[in-house]
């Protein structure tokens, strides 16, 4: 029973998968004394994409979370920069290729979902990024921009009923403020971080 001003998830756990801004731990620690979490797992893996295959496939996000333990009450899936880096196809959500990444993403929301169907699974867009060549306006090898693989997270939400927190969009990550808010234009410092939480903050605990 949660009692009135008791934080939304008390005595709750919760883990995070992803790249390395989710590995870097910067975020987590904020959400997680305003929200009570009582263990918070970091399956954040620096430099790999959520898709599998490549020289990064030990790290893979879709691999990663199919490996966990399914006993978290809440998952946050936080991926998708490198995967726009690293030339990774989108695909469909029809070939169920892990190779794709519309493929591993339903793979491994599917995956979760039946091995834990009481958490409350919940995406993350990727921030906006002008680092190694590399920003909104950029295509990649696959013929993609960021945008692309933000709308595919965006479009398995509304088919599964999960919650997406769109800080493509809203987190004021963008070309004029990647210098206050990150440290190379890419990783969030200390003031990214912050506004990382302060939207995860109210998103989460909605839900």
Wanted: hydrophobic fraction near 40%; charged fraction near 20%.
């Amino acid at each position: 029973m949660k009692f009135k001003n008791q934080p939304k998830w008390q005595g709750k756990s919760w883990c995070t998968l992803g790249d390395s801004i989710s590995a870097a731990g910067g975020y987590q620690p904020l959400v997680g004394a305003a929200l009570g979490f009582s263990a918070i797992l970091n399956e954040g893996k620096s430099g790999c994409p959520l898709t599998a295959g490549g020289d990064r496939d030990y790290g893979a996000t879709v691999h990663v979370g199919r490996q966990m333990e399914p006993v978290y009450d809440c998952v946050t899936i936080f991926a998708g920069t490198n995967d726009f880096r690293l030339d990774k196809p989108i695909g469909s959500k029809e070939e169920r290729d892990i190779h794709t990444f519309y493929g591993a993403y339903v793979t491994l929301v599917e995956d979760i979902l039946s091995k834990n169907p009481a958490c409350r699974l919940n995406l993350w867009t990727p921030l906006q990024r002008d680092k190694d060549g590399f920003d909104i306006d950029s295509v990649n090898v696959k013929g993609h921009r960021l945008a692309d693989y933000v709308e595919v997270i965006q479009a398995i939400g509304v088919e599964y009923a999960l919650p997406v927190l769109n800080l493509y969009a809203e987190s004021g990550f963008n070309r004029f403020t990647l210098g206050f808010l990150s440290s190379d234009r890419l990783h969030p410092n200390q003031e990214g971080f912050k506004r990382i939480a302060a939207m995860a903050i109210p998103f989460l605990e909605r839900i």
